[in-house]
């Protein structure tokens, strides 16, 4: 039987969406390499990859319901690393945020990462039970009380950009389980009326500090836009961009704007720019067709679930995923505000690869018990 087994899930293997995400996460760190080639992001990137394929096979080939039974401890355990990390001492402070915690030989530990997987498993966990109506309001305010805790902790490092990667998940989830559509109307209403409310509130009160404000009206207004301030960022990236063409920029390496020190953070927040002044315009379009197809799989994996509760959990991590592209993309193109959102499998990073590996490994695991009642 166990041999049985073992054959069953070599076959079942979801082996093109494996393969598919280390193929990004190698595309990623040449660029990491082109971006920085003095300094070790780019092996430690490896090293990540390393640990990350071991979570993800150990992920995969574990019963994903165990692993959501024991969803509320894993939970707990997540705000609990997100309130250490707040501890002085304790939670590293970088650019401001006190969002990090060292760690012996993986370094750089950042919590706010890898709480999104149990955050999911607690969602697809309440509403991956069978139903026969629509979602309640009292379920709803259950489920936006399962994201506030992690959320809330997390805007006190203070990192709005990650905090705002939260919220697809839910999003999705809602969405999934029969959610009336009244309430999805009275929210995109209420998100057009208060979003600039809460702007023009934030200004005034001075809750949005003038580099926030800076970094909005760099997109608003760019040709008015301080290119030595907070602009700088936006601009630099646009540039960088540009400067890729169709198949990529003809200058030498130390020519370039990551080399140059002109564009900032080009191994983290801006390598889809770095990508694009490499590559071009044609690289590009190949990263997001392999990306197209990483995430076609995940959805027929979510299709192919054998419950509700599986379903939830892979159509979270799109929902996260897409997302996460849809921001760090527009960051790089200068249509959206600079928050710090990395692009998946490939911004340097061992907290994001892995925790993006290990959501896969969920993925896998669903798919691999579609068969099993």
Known sequence: MVAILEKRSLRDFDWLLALLAIGIVGFGTWQIHNAQPTEAYWQKQLIGLGIALVAMLTIAFTDYRKLVHFAPAFYIFGLILLMIVLVPGIGMKING????????????????????????LMLARFFGRPRTSALTLREMVAGIFILALPVGLILLEPDSGQAITYFPLLAVVLFLSAIKMRFVLAAVILSVLLVPAAYIVGVKTGKIKNYQQERINVILDPDNADPRRYGYHTLQSIVTVGKGGLTGSRAPREFSQSSLKFLPEPHSDFIFAVTAENTGFLGCVLLLIAYAILLSRLITGARRAPDRTGMLVIMAIVGGFAFQLFINIGMALGMLPVIGVPLPLMSAGLSSVLATFIAIGFAISVQLRRFVN
């Open 97 to 120: 945020q006190r969002a990090w915690i060292k760690m012996p030989i993986i370094g750089q530990f950042q919590p706010s990462e890898f709480v999104k997987i149990p955050t999911v």
